[in-house]
T-cell receptor
């Protein structure tokens, strides 16, 4: 059974650009969550989607957005990139919200 | 709001030592509790879980008991190995079904 797949694995962008990250959950999983991981702040929750609807949102500015498609695949978008957005972005999936999550290997985003 | 506090690292132990990583949480109701582990160069993975008071989760020699009275879920292992070197995250499920992650405890095991 394939795990959670995140693409791309690495990204380099410059300030002011925007970026879209993709996540394919484990087959059958309908809940997808996104996290930002940095050395200073640890793992911070971005948002969670279930059946194409955003169920929960963390304390991030509106530049961070996401969506989920009918096949449960999810994308997150960050606009007007800032240096502080450099981080490892992790996607996690589960059958339902609040259940143990399976994580992808993440997308490492570097802002120059 | 719901929150979690886990001991700060790094924690450095010798092989075969006893390990405890403390974790306390604040939440209303009876949240499920999880420990996740992140090995070097790998993604997070679930280590163990407990879904109700007095439950003991266990996996790979690690154990944690859901203590409702002290709102704690401390991670323990009787004899650590070099291969246990990783970052460990305590993660309760909040009342709105979010999973809240602690800041992580980095564990170094010396041979």
């Amino acid at each position: 059974k394939a795990g959670v797949t995140q693409t791309p694995r690495y990204l380099i962008k410059t300030r002011g650009q925007q970026v879209t990250l993709s996540c394919s959950p484990i087959s059958g999983h309908r809940s997808v969550s996104w996290y930002q991981q940095t050395p200073g702040q640890g793992l911070q929750f971005l948002f969670e989607y279930f059946s194409e609807t955003q169920r929960n949102k963390g304390n991030f500015p509106g530049r961070f957005s996401g969506r989920q498609f009918s096949n449960s695949r999810s994308e997150m978008n960050v606009s007007t990139l800032e240096l502080g957005d450099s981080a490892l972005y992790l996607c996690a999936s589960s059958f339902h919200a609040g259940q143990p999550q399976h994580f992808g290997d993440g997308t490492r985003l570097s802002i120059l | 709001g719901d929150s979690v506090t886990q001991m700060e690292g790094p924690v450095t132990l010798s092989e075969e030592a006893f390990l405890t990583i403390n974790c306390t949480y604040t939440a209303t109701g009876y949240p499920s509790l999880f420990w996740y582990v992140q090995y070097p160069g790998e993604g997070l993975q679930l280590l163990l879980k407990a879904t109700k008071a007095d439950d003991k989760g266990s996996n790979k020699g690690f154990e944690a008991t859901y203590r409702k009275e002290t709102t704690s879920f401390h991670l323990e292992k009787g004899s650590v190995q070099v291969s246990d070197s990783a970052v460990y995250f305590c993660a309760p499920r909040s009342t709105d079904d979010k999973i809240i992650f602690g800041k992580g405890t980095r564990l170094h095991i010396l041979p």
